[in-house]
Antibody, heavy 116, light 113 residues
């Protein structure tokens, strides 16, 4: 059974950093692109980042480019999202997702609140 | 960026009724080389994470009831629920994976009368 479990969320002040983790199991992690998608409270879904199988290619929307970094450790079947220079508009639930054309499995999500 | 427009934003139906919802993209999602439409539908029930229902515009995922039907091609797509059940209460999102940035529609909220 595919499982994706996010961790690392919480309350953080504007301008500070936070790193999210996603532990994957139930599939060969190194064979899949992986992604982060976020959802602001009572809002829709927004893609945040994608990483290739080896980690050599990464993709971001303009809204987070230069502030967020996606990475992975295939030996640990883990996905990460380093978030720097956080803004209030980054407040959201962050989901880890397997990008198997399309996003075929999602984690339960982790809440990030950016507030002073 | 490809803009995805979903209508209606909300819809209330009685159990057993048929419901349709629309998703339009600002450019074609049909890839000429493989004749596939890069369009997915997700269901998000209250308090849960999104669940993939349909990929390639019309391919139901394993375990998805056959009352969920995806159709359309190019820029116009439809999700039909042939006979709505109470457990179908959810927000339904379309998403294009033809190009980055991946983009989602704003969702159609399905309410049961």
């Amino acid at each position: 059974e595919v499982q994706l479990v996010e961790s690392g969320g919480g309350l953080v002040q504007p301008g500070r950093s936070l790193k999210l983790s996603c532990a994957a199991s139930g599939f060969t992690f190194s064979n899949y692109y992986m992604a982060w998608v976020r959802q602001a409270p009572k809002k829709g879904l927004e893609w945040v980042a994608t990483i290739s199988t080896s980690g050599s290619r990464t993709y971001y929307p303009d809204s987070v480019k230069g502030r967020f970094t996606i990475s992975r450790d295939n030996a640990k079947s883990s996905l990460y999202l380093q978030m720097n220079s956080l803004k209030s508009e980054d407040t959201a639930t962050y989901y880890c997702a397997r990008q198997g054309y399309p996003l075929d499995y999602w984690g339960q999500g982790v809440m990030v609140t950016v507030s002073s | 960026d490809i803009v995805m427009t979903q209508t209606p934003s909300s819809q209330a139906v009685s159990a057993g009724e048929k419901v349709t919802m629309s998703c339009k993209s600002s450019q074609s999602l049909l890839y000429s080389e493989n004749k596939k439409n890069y369009l997915a539908w997700y269901q998000q029930k209250p308090g849960q994470s999104p669940k993939l229902l349909i990929s390639w515009a019309s391919t139901r995922e394993s375990g998805v009831p056959d009352r969920f039907i995806g159709s359309g091609s190019g820029t116009d797509f439809t999700l039909t629920i042939s006979s709505v059940q109470a457990e179908d209460l959810a927000v339904y999102y379309c998403e294009q994976y033809y190009d980055t940035p991946l983009t989602f529609g704003s969702g159609t909220k399905l309410e049961i009368k």
